[in-house]
């Protein structure tokens, strides 16, 4: 049974919700069932509870109407998207705990299980990519399909990352048949980039070094340096890719400053490097080629914890 449309039809009101600093998977999951369920349940109540949604995704229909301000609104349903755990909801996570009935839909390993229902698919490329399974194809419409085609190139590296398989590439070629535009959402999403943006990177490429015989790069933003090339987090898009990438490494660790004393930590592996492992252990999250937590202390500390984890694995 089709668990997630028998609560949608049973509700009156429904409430979306992803996690802190929607990334694209997040916002086009959150949207894509917005669109699906406004699309062709037009006597329905339905919000997303999320943090502003930065420019280069506003096209996707609905993100204007996104409530980044928490309320104490019951509602009938409560569906959870991309997010590996109640706290990653920040703010918001009072208002999904008080509806009536919850569903968690998710692809990260780290999950352990939350709502009343609850549905992970950790082989997925995208929290996108599961909940297209659960919708009816032919009542899927181009605006939905925007969405959802949106979080599966932002999660796949644009379909190059391991977690890209036969059924992504089968979904996603089904989506294109709605008639969305492949290129503009590509180019204007994922490369697209500012002046400063450009910038910023070329400073953290400039002050990166490598470990353990090259197999490790790292870098770090600091709070002078997102105020020196007039950038923030929402520029740090796409640096750790080209970290990444970089001849000979395994491991690309990308930090930047979001307080005093608190630091945001990005980990992309190559081959067989467990990142998903690393960040768990700091109250994160991910994938095993992708993942992140946010961390108190000094960047120099932590990062020396990370690289002794790093070793273990490599041992």
Same mark, same amino acid.
């Given at each position: 049974?089709?668990?997630?449309?028998?609560?949608?039809?049973?509700?009156?009101?429904?409430?979306?919700?992803?996690?802190?600093?929607?990334?694209?998977?997040?916002?086009?999951?959150?949207?894509?069932?917005?669109?699906?369920?406004?699309?062709?349940?037009?006597?329905?109540?339905?919000?997303?509870?999320?943090?502003?949604?930065?420019?280069?995704?506003?096209?996707?229909?609905?993100?204007?109407?996104?409530?980044?301000?928490?309320?104490?609104?019951?509602?009938?349903?409560?569906?959870?998207?991309?997010?590996?755990?109640?706290?990653?909801?920040?703010?918001?996570?009072?208002?999904?705990?008080?509806? $009536?009935?919850?569903?968690?839909?998710?692809?990260?390993?780290?999950?352990?299980?939350?709502?009343?229902?609850?549905?992970?698919?950790?082989?997925?490329?995208?929290?996108?990519?599961?909940?297209?399974?659960?919708?009816?194809?032919?009542?899927?419409?181009?605006?939905?399909?925007?969405?959802?085609?949106?979080?599966?190139?932002?999660?796949?590296?644009?379909?190059?990352?391991?977690?890209?398989?036969?059924?992504?590439?089968?979904?996603?070629?089904?989506?294109?048949?709605?008639?969305?535009?492949?290129?503009?959402?590509?180019?204007?999403?994922?490369?697209?980039?500012?002046?400063?943006?450009?910038?910023?990177?070329?400073?953290?490429?400039?002050?990166?070094?490598?470990?353990?015989?090259? $197999?490790?790069?790292?870098?770090?933003?600091?709070?002078?340096?997102?105020?020196?090339?007039?950038?923030?987090?929402?520029?740090?898009?796409?640096?750790?890719?080209?970290?990444?990438?970089?001849?000979?490494?395994?491991?690309?660790?990308?930090?930047?400053?979001?307080?005093?004393?608190?630091?945001?930590?990005?980990?992309?592996?190559?081959?067989?490097?467990?990142?998903?492992?690393?960040?768990?252990?700091?109250?994160?999250?991910?994938?095993?080629?992708?993942?992140?937590?946010?961390?108190?202390?000094?960047?120099?500390?932590?990062?020396?914890?990370?690289?002794?984890?790093?070793?273990?694995?490599?041992?």
């Amino acid at each position: 049974m089709n668990k997630l449309i028998e609560k949608i039809e049973e509700a009156e009101s429904i409430a979306i919700f992803g996690h802190l600093n929607p990334d694209g998977d997040c916002i086009g999951s959150c949207f894509g069932l917005w669109n699906y369920i406004k699309d062709n349940y037009e006597d329905k109540e339905v919000n997303v509870y999320l943090q502003p949604i930065i420019e280069k995704f506003r096209f996707i229909r609905g993100t204007d109407s996104v409530i980044s301000i928490p309320d104490d609104k019951v509602y009938d349903l409560g569906i959870s998207l991309d997010c590996g755990d109640t706290d990653r909801h920040g703010d918001f996570g009072s208002i999904y705990k008080n509806a $009536k009935y919850t569903i968690c839909f998710d692809h990260h390993r780290s999950n352990e299980g939350f709502g009343d229902f609850f549905y992970c698919e950790p082989e997925s490329s995208s929290c996108c990519e599961v909940l297209f399974n659960f919708l009816d194809y032919d009542k899927i419409s181009k605006e939905c399909a925007e969405a959802l085609y949106l979080g599966i190139v932002h999660d796949t590296g644009v379909f190059k990352y391991e977690a890209t398989t036969e059924a992504t590439m089968t979904i996603a070629g089904k989506l294109l048949s709605k008639g969305i535009h492949s290129q503009s959402i590509i180019d204007e999403t994922f490369y697209k980039v500012s002046y400063n943006q450009n910038r910023l990177t070329g400073r953290v490429l400039l002050d990166s070094k490598l470990y353990m015989d090259g $197999k490790v790069i790292a870098s770090c933003i600091t709070k002078e340096i997102f105020d020196e090339y007039e950038t923030s987090k929402d520029d740090t898009d796409g640096i750790i890719d080209k970290m990444r990438v970089t001849d000979g490494v395994e491991v690309a660790v990308l930090a930047y400053q979001k307080g005093e004393d608190l630091f945001k930590y990005s980990l992309r592996s190559v081959n067989y490097i467990d990142v998903s492992a690393i960040a768990v252990s700091f109250g994160g999250g991910g994938h095993i080629r992708a993942a992140g937590f946010d961390a108190k202390g000094s960047y120099e500390d932590n990062f020396k914890i990370i690289l002794d984890m790093i070793e273990k694995q490599m041992r």
